[in-house]
């Protein structure tokens, strides 16, 4: 089956630090491969997308490229701001297999410190 | 707005109570799912409904829960006989078809008392 997986929360930063989330994933296909973002009291939204590999997904100053051979779509952003501060999940959706769904990874909290 | 609108966004109930949660997905979306993000079990796929045919229906808990869609659009979740480990935050997306990115509402929190 399908498979993410995130590294372990929360990562805390202080403002302008370099960020780095990982996340590896299992796929039956050749799947599409999503980071969404979950603001305080908000709901998910897309925060950039990639469906095949060598692409980079980027959005707001954060980049992830598909990376098939290691099967990761790590999130990098070079300066973090407090307002980052958020829960990011990386998440895909397996096309060939018929899979509409997406398999979301458990998320991983970010603290922003000024 | 544009986005998905789901209602209500908050929901307590006894257990045993039958609930009704309802989403509206932006206008012209033809996919539209349901997911139930709690803590322990982090987000978990409901059900995917296609125009107003549920394809997949894999997620579903139990036959306690159901779903329907009517016109192409507007969806109810319902969920029979409320336990309290229905507790969760449930979140509605839709996508204008399954190929495209999904676009998530700000969920219905239930909480089972």
């Known amino acids: 089956g399908n498979s993410v997986t995130q590294m372990e929360g929360p990562v805390t930063l202080s403002e302008e630090a370099f960020l780095t989330i990982n996340c590896t994933y299992t796929?039956?296909?050749?799947?599409?491969l999503f980071w969404y973002v979950q603001y305080p009291g908000e709901g998910l939204q897309l925060l950039l997308k990639?469906?095949?590999?060598?692409d980079k997904g980027s959005n707001k100053g954060f980049e992830a490229t598909y990376r098939k051979e290691t099967t990761s779509f790590h999130l990098e952003k070079g300066s973090v701001q407090v307002s980052d501060s958020a829960v990011y999940f990386c998440?895909?959706?397996?096309?060939?297999?018929?899979?509409?769904?997406?398999?979301f990874g458990s998320g991983t909290r970010l603290q922003v410190q000024p | 707005g544009a986005g998905v609108s789901q209602s209500p966004s908050n929901k307590v109930t006894e257990k045993g109570k039958d609930v009704e949660l309802r989403c509206d997905p932006i206008?012209?979306?033809?996919?539209l799912y349901w997911y139930r993000q709690s803590l322990g079990q982090g987000l978990e796929f409901l059900i995917y409904?296609?125009?107003?045919?549920?394809?997949?229906k894999s997620g579903l808990p139990s036959d306690r829960f159901s779903a329907e869609r009517t016109g192409g659009s507007v969806s109810t979740l319902t969920i029979q006989r409320t336990q309290q480990e229905d507790s969760a935050v449930y979140l509605c997306?839709?996508?204008?078809?399954?190929?495209?990115?999904?676009?998530f509402g700000d969920g219905t929190r239930l909480s089972i008392l």
């Open positions: 997306a839709s996508s204008q078809n399954s190929n495209q990115p999904q676009h």
């Open positions: 796929a039956t296909g050749y799947p599409s």
């Open positions: 990639a469906t095949k590999a060598d």
């Open positions: 998440a895909l959706s397996d096309m060939d297999t018929g899979r509409r769904a997406l398999t």
């Open positions: 206008s012209g979306h033809t996919a």
């Open positions: 409904f296609q125009g107003n045919s549920a394809p997949d």
